[in-house]
Each structure stands twice: as structure tokens, then as C-alpha cells.
């Protein structure tokens, strides 16, 4: 029987004189193989060990979120040895928030469009976070398919990534290189680092909310500063704004108060678009808006697409100063006196809104310590105000007790130097230096009323002159105008309109008819009346033919229980008389 060659003789010599058969001899080889393989495979789960080492220990010098992020796309790729890698950020309802991509350009992304927002495979690891390994990833029943211009992938590994108890995200990896599919070994290494991942996630965020509260710590004390010294209240609001708009990262930031009007905001500021056209504009609250929550219940509101909430009438914000705006927070300015308002804070809708982006509560706390410091910019312009008032109420006493007593003693000596004087011509300049001091008088009158006019209220008698002035061109002079008693402070606002509307129907009607030289309106507000005279010395009423003028006044009259009466003015014109009582529930 042959005996199979047992190789060279020198090996063969060896092997008889060490008692190995040829058969002996094959699978010692095949153990020494083995052998190898393993010591390979040691040494190679050595080299992946050491290099998820030296990724946890990456990860973990690393403070900033998104640096964190990407570090663990990258690292998730070159540990599993994969093409393609990406980080899914798990948003609000549990949706894809954020897609982090490695080993895809892009230009490739642009071409690929919007990023996944959780369907398919991808939706399956959100719904059920246990790590997934398939070999063709269009196999699975679940699989959605790609987008067009996305680039064939086929092998997949998915792994969760868990903060504490909540999953935060997704490991999603692709294409292995030189093999056909993810092994067992790959999967447990993207594991271990999904879990240091957490870790490493968890502390950049939570330097990133001490940050942010260092910074809206800054904010106040910074507002605070500013605000104790002299500041306009137009200033104090865009510094407020500006500030809200850099430390809450957000794009809009819009400042609305409450005005005279209790039913309506005011816009008064906005930072972060050219907006100056709805600065100034009105904003009613509606009992069931937006506004009127956050006011009434005195907590902030979070609204995930305003311009939505907007175009469908669901909020009582303008459209168009909301058109463009996506994630909204809404928090009341409110103050011990009662002042209130709403700061708004707005990303823009074709922006998403990172992790831990708005911090409802840093937010809230800022516009309490800004609304302290609003209320003090208004008692500061309150002080400044009183100053000013005494300071007028001062120079309006001077003048009534020292310049308008000596106009007047003054007036009297000239009136009784007019009877001595023989001359009929001295007697003439005397009288008319005589009237000249009457009006001088009456000027000054009419300055101390001004000066006792409170700022925040209507100036009547400023409304009575601007018309008078109005109606110059119309003349061809201006009409005088005489104004006697409080005016101001007696006239109730509900009949000022009326009061207005009859001077200018008056003042229109002998501007079309009267052909006159002189005209002259006098008010006098006494004994709880207020009695308009409007007198020239045209042609005269003549022949009325058209009262729808004349008894528009006298409706105006009847419906306060006063009464008109028209009458000649010697030697020419006409004389309107209207007057109504001042005396009654306003």
C-alpha cells in the first residue's frame, strides 16, 4: 500500500524521530493556524478597544453640544468601520429634531433635500430602541425607501442613544467597508460607545444650561445697571429686546405693553427683523387669544408654529407680524403697580430648534427682573414729571400773582389818567394801550393754563387754535381767538369732540358765506357752562337756505340739554352762540 509523501526528507526524519504520523502533522497545522487567528482577532478587538477608549476620552473633553455630537457621528463610523454615519436628535413627539451626517458631502445633501423626519427603519429604532443590525436594509418590511440622489446603501446598524432614563437620539451607520454585513463584534462596540455617548451628551448639556444661566444672570445684572442710571423708556425697551434676542439665541424678540386702552397691547419694540412698520401698532386681546392667557393666568406659553396659531385666527397677534415665525414663547411683564405686557420671543419657521434651545423658565424669571426695572424707569420719569409740573405751576403763580397784577394796577393808573387828559386823542392812545394791556392779560391767562395742562391728557385749548389756524387760508387772515375759565380741566372729554366739531362747522360756514374781514371765537368755560361764540362781520345770514350746518349744531346742543342761537352782529355779520352745561356723568 503507498505511503503519501510526508514531505522533505529532513522534515520527515524529524517527524519519525518525534514519533508524528503525516496526519498528526496536518492538524497541528491546522491549530497553529487557529492559533493565529485568534492572537489576530486579540489583537484586532485590542486595537478597537483601545480605540473606543481613546473615543470615550475624546468625547469626554469636549463641553460643547454640538462639537459632542458630531465627535460621536464620526467616532460611531470609524469604530464600526461603516461608510456612512449619522446622529438623529429625537424632538418634540418623537420626532427627528436635528440629522448629523458623516461620510456624506454637501453638495450631496443639498441634492438629497430635507432630512429624514423618522419614517421606515429609521422610525422602527424610535418606536422600539434596541439596536437593529440587517444585512440589506430594503429587505426589511418596514423599510421606507430613499429619497432620489441619496447614494444606495444596503448593510445597517442602528443603536440608541440614552440621557438617564430618555432616549435622546439615534446611532444610524451604513455601508460596511470590506465586509457584507455589521458583526456582532461592531454591534457591541457602537454600544459601549452609544453609552458613553449619553454620558458625554448629559454634561454638555448641562454645562449648556449653567451657561445660559450664567448668561441670563449677566443679561439682568447688565439691564439692571443700565436702568439705575438715566435712560430713556424707548431705550430701556430695545436694550430689553436685544438682550432676550442674544442670550436666548432666538431670532425675534418683541416687546408689546399695555397703553391707555386696557383691551390692547401696543408693539413698542422689535429686534431681529425690519419691522419698524408694526412698531406702534395695536394688538386687541381677545378673551379666548393668546394675549389674554398669558396676561390673565400670569404664566408663559409655548407655541410651536405661531404663524400656524395666526392664519388659522387662534391667536389675537397680527399675521403679519407673525407670518414668518415658527417656535414662539410668550411670557407676561407684569409689576406691582398693575403695569403690564408681553415679551415674545421667536424662532424663524424654516429654522429648527435645538436641544434645550428655549429655557421657558430662564426666560420668565429675566422678564420679571425686567419688568422691576421698567416699573422703575416709569416712577423715574414719573419724579421727572412732577418736577417739571411744580416747576410750571410755580411760573404760571408768578405770573398770575405778580405780572398780571401789575399789567393790571397798570391798566387802571391809565384809565384814570384817560379822564383827566383834555385831548380827545390822548384819550384814544390811552384807551387803545388800554385794550393792548387787556389782551396782554388775557395772553397771559392763556399761558397759565397751558403751563397747569397735564401732558397726559388732550390739549383743548392747542385743538381750539390749530383749527382756528386751519382756516387762515380760507380767510386770507387768521380768525382770533379768545379762551376764558379751565378749559382744560372743566370740559369733560366726552363733550370735547362736540365742542371741536362746532368751532369748525361754524368757522367752515362763514368761511363759504360770510365774506368777512374779522372773524373771532371766543370760549368761556364759568359756572358750569361752556359757552362757544363765533362772530364776524360779513354780509350776514341773509337768507337761510341751507341749514343741515346750523342744525347739525343744534342737534349737538340738544343732545347735552344746551341750545343755539344765531344772531345779527351790529353793524354787519352774524354771531353763533352755543352753549351747553358742563355738569354731568361723563
Known amino acids: 500500500m503507498p505511503v503519501a509523501d510526508g514531505g522533505p526528507p529532513e522534515r520527515r526524519g524529524w517527524d519519525d524521530a518525534l514519533g508524528f504520523s503525516s496526519l498528526s502533522r496536518v492538524r497541528l497545522d491546522t491549530l497553529l493556524h487557529e492559533l493565529l487567528d485568534r492572537v489576530g482577532d486579540v489583537l484586532t478587538g485590542q486595537d478597537r478597544l483601545r480605540s473606543l477608549l481613546d473615543a470615550v476620552v475624546d468625547l469626554s473633553t469636549d463641553l460643547d453640544l454640538q462639537r459632542v455630537l458630531r465627535r460621536i457621528t464620526v467616532a460611531a463610523c470609524e469604530l464600526a468601520g461603516a461608510r456612512y454615519a449619522a446622529l438623529g436628535v429625537l424632538g418634540e413627539s418623537d420626532k427627528l429634531a436635528e440629522f448629523i451626517t458623516h461620510g456624506i458631502s454637501d453638495e450631496e445633501r443639498a441634492r438629497i433635500g430635507p432630512p429624514p423626519r423618522g419614517h421606515g427603519v429609521l422610525g422602527l429604532l424610535i418606536a422600539e430602541p434596541h439596536p437593529i443590525r440587517l444585512p440589506h436594509i430594503g429587505d426589511h418590511p418596514g423599510s421606507y425607501g430613499f429619497p432620489p440622489n441619496h447614494p444606495p446603501m444596503?448593510?445597517?446598524?442602528?443603536?440608541?442613544?440614552?440621557?438617564?432614563?430618555?432616549?435622546?437620539?439615534?446611532?444610524?451607520?451604513?455601508?460596511?467597508?470590506?465586509?457584507?454585513?455589521?458583526?456582532?463584534?461592531?454591534?457591541?462596540?457602537?454600544?459601549?460607545?452609544?453609552?458613553?455617548?449619553?454620558?458625554?451628551?448629559?454634561?454638555?448639556?448641562?454645562?449648556?444650561?449653567?451657561?445660559?444661566?450664567?448668561?441670563?444672570?449677566?443679561?439682568?445684572?447688565?439691564?439692571?445697571?443700565?436702568?439705575?442710571?438715566?435712560?430713556?423708556?424707548?431705550?430701556?425697551?430695545?436694550?430689553?429686546?436685544?438682550?432676550?434676542?442674544?442670550?436666548?439665541?432666538?431670532?425675534?424678540?418683541?416687546?408689546?405693553?399695555?397703553?391707555?386702552?386696557?383691551?390692547?397691547?401696543?408693539?413698542?419694540?422689535?429686534?431681529?427683523?425690519?419691522?419698524?412698520?408694526?412698531?406702534?401698532?395695536?394688538?386687541?386681546?381677545?378673551?379666548?387669544?393668546?394675549?389674554?392667557?398669558?396676561?390673565?393666568?400670569?404664566?408663559?406659553?409655548v407655541v410651536d408654529d405661531i404663524a400656524k396659531e395666526a392664519q388659522s385666527g387662534a391667536t389675537d397677534l397680527a399675521s403679519d407680524l407673525v407670518d414668518d415665525l415658527g417656535y414662539t414663547v410668550l411670557v407676561p411683564l407684569s409689576t406691582p403697580t398693575g403695569a403690564r405686557g408681553v415679551l415674545m420671543v421667536s424662532r424663524r419657521r424654516d429654522t429648527l430648534k435645538p436641544e434645550g434651545f428655549f429655557d421657558v423658565e430662564l426666560i420668565a424669571t429675566f422678564a420679571n427682573q425686567t419688568a422691576l426695572a421698567l416699573e422703575r424707569v416709569r416712577a423715574q420719569q414719573d419724579r421727572e414729571a412732577v418736577a417739571v409740573l411744580e416747576d410750571r405751576e410755580r411760573i404760571a403763580r408768578d405770573l398770575h400773582d405778580l405780572v398780571i397784577q401789575r399789567l393790571f394796577a397798570t391798566g387802571l393808573q391809565l384809565q384814570g389818567m384817560s379822564r383827566l387828559a383834555k385831548k380827545p386823542e390822548i384819550q384814544e392812545r390811552i384807551s387803545a394801550v388800554t385794550d393792548d394791556l387787556d389782551?396782554?392779560?388775557?395772553?397771559?391767562?392763556?399761558?397759565?393754563?397751558?403751563?397747569?395742562?397735564?401732558?397726559?391728557?388732550?390739549?383743548?385749548?392747542?385743538?381750539?387754535?390749530?383749527?382756528?389756524?386751519?382756516?387762515?387760508?380760507?380767510?386770507?387772515?387768521?380768525?382770533?381767538?379768545?379762551?376764558?375759565?379751565?378749559?382744560?380741566?372743566?370740559?369733560?372729554?366726552?363733550?370735547?369732540?362736540?365742542l371741536l366739531a362746532v368751532v369748525r362747522e361754524t368757522l367752515s360756514n362763514a368761511a363759504r358765506h360770510a365774506k368777512a374781514s374779522s372773524v373771532k371765537v371766543d370760549i368761556n368755560v364759568l359756572n358750569g357752562q361752556a359757552v362757544v361764540v363765533v362772530s364776524d362781520n360779513g354780509i350776514g345770514t341773509g337768507m337761510i337756505t341751507r341749514e343741515s350746518g346750523l342744525r347739525n349744531i343744534q342737534e349737538r346742543a340738544e343732545e347735552f340739554g344746551g341750545s343755539l342761537i344765531l344772531r345779527a352782529n351790529e353793524p354787519s355779520g352774524t354771531i353763533v352762540e352755543w352753549a351747553v352745561p358742563i355738569n354731568f356723568d361723563d
Open 439 to 498: 389782551a396782554t392779560i388775557r395772553d397771559i391767562r392763556a399761558t397759565i393754563f397751558q403751563l397747569q395742562h397735564r401732558s397726559d391728557r388732550s390739549d383743548l385749548r392747542a385743538d381750539i387754535r390749530g383749527l382756528a389756524n386751519e382756516y387762515a387760508s380760507s380767510f386770507g387772515f387768521t380768525p382770533r381767538v379768545d379762551l376764558r375759565g379751565p378749559i382744560n380741566s372743566a370740559v369733560p372729554a366726552r363733550l370735547r369732540p362736540q
Open 154 to 301: 444596503d448593510s445597517f446598524l442602528g443603536v440608541p442613544i440614552r440621557v438617564h432614563d430618555r432616549i435622546y437620539g439615534n446611532l444610524y451607520l451604513s455601508e460596511k467597508i470590506g465586509a457584507d454585513e455589521f458583526t456582532e463584534q461592531d454591534e457591541q462596540v457602537v454600544v459601549a460607545l452609544a453609552a458613553a455617548a449619553g454620558v458625554a451628551i448629559d454634561n454638555a448639556r448641562l454645562y449648556e444650561l449653567t451657561d445660559r444661566r450664567r448668561q441670563w444672570l449677566q443679561a439682568t445684572m447688565e439691564i439692571s445697571h443700565v436702568l439705575l442710571g438715566q435712560v430713556e423708556r424707548d431705550e430701556a425697551l430695545q436694550l430689553i429686546a436685544r438682550k432676550t434676542r442674544e442670550v436666548s439665541g432666538c431670532d425675534v424678540a418683541v416687546v408689546l405693553l399695555e397703553d391707555d386702552d386696557p383691551g390692547e397691547l401696543v408693539v413698542e419694540v422689535i429686534e431681529g427683523v425690519d419691522a419698524e412698520y408694526a412698531v406702534g401698532s395695536r394688538m386687541p386681546i381677545r378673551e379666548d387669544g393668546l394675549l389674554s392667557g398669558v396676561l390673565r393666568n400670569g404664566y408663559p406659553i
